[in-house]
């Protein structure tokens, strides 16, 4: 019995350890975000007086304001939108037929295939900037939010193809083969059949995709120019560049840039750990 009790100590000790570890990571996350809240709610002269890390003396909304209208938030959150929902959309779309055929049937050189959509994705960013700017500058796209949405679907299509892929290949063969014998077609088994079973693997790549494209600067400070056709992320820092020390109006401008992907992951929680706990066993 004396044995057996200091197992449980030991036990009861690790699990508090563990639960105290994690509860110390979780606060340090939690800190940051919620010192750009209360300083989102705080007025300018409560800050300059008191000081940024000092507790709240006010409570406003002006600075969402100043942001949204004066700092051309409601126009760069729309330019988002339009962004990553088609682009969204698009991607996997694409993706999904594409990973249909290559795991799906017995094409010539997919392997090959699927091995240069993914080795696309491990070419850094960087070296492709002024290729990008050159090619969008020659098909008369640049400074477009077409131009940002085809260079997001270009450079998504191909990560989306190798996820999908996993996934339906794990679909049970017997599945296929007893619609063709009912009569079914190529399309009617990829949209009837392929796509309800991949719902869970969609909608967690939806909402990573969502996330990246929607919080992605790079891209967008490539190809695109005038202030107006601006994403979130790139109006925040000219955000910051005018509104310089007033530091509720550029915590306002980052709570609403971070509002939208917040939103997206909580409505896809349960299918986005759905998918997560799919690809484990897979």
Avoid: C
């Amino acid at each position: 019995m004396t044995a057996m009790n200091r197992q449980a100590r030991r036990r009861a000790w690790a699990t508090a350890g563990f639960h105290a570890g994690a509860g110390a990571l979780s606060l340090l996350w939690l800190v940051p975000i919620a010192l750009v809240l209360v300083t989102s709610t705080r007025s300018f002269d409560d800050i300059a007086a008191n000081g940024l890390g000092s507790l709240p003396h006010s409570f406003t909304l002006g600075g969402f304001h100043q942001a949204w209208v004066d700092g051309g938030q409601g126009r760069a959150l729309l330019n988002s939108l339009i962004v990553s929902i088609p682009t969204v959309l698009l991607s996997l779309a694409l993706a999904s037929m594409a990973a249909f055929g290559l795991a799906r049937y017995d094409l010539p050189f997919r392997r090959t295939l699927l091995l240069v959509m993914l080795g696309g994705n491990l070419l850094p960013p960087q070296i492709l900037l002024i290729p990008v700017s050159k090619i969008s500058e020659a098909l008369g796209l640049y400074d477009s939010l077409y131009a940002l949405i085809g260079v997001q679907v270009g450079f998504g299509v191909g990560f989306y193809v190798f996820v999908l892929h996993g996934f339906m290949r794990s679909i049970p063969p017997e599945i296929q083969q007893a619609a063709v014998i009912d009569g079914a077609g190529p399309w009617q088994i990829y949209r009837r059949i392929i796509m309800p079973l991949t719902t869970p693997a969609l909608a967690a790549l939806g909402a990573l995709s969502f996330t990246w494209i929607f919080n992605d600067l790079l891209w967008a400070i490539t190809v695109l120019r005038t202030d107006t056709k601006m994403p979130i992320t790139a109006s925040l820092i000219g955000l910051q560049g005018q509104f310089v020390s007033m530091w509720n109006v550029i915590a306002a401008g980052s709570v609403i840039a971070a509002a939208p992907t917040v939103v997206v992951f909580l409505r896809f929680q349960r299918h986005f750990v759905a998918g997560l706990n799919l690809g484990a066993v897979k």
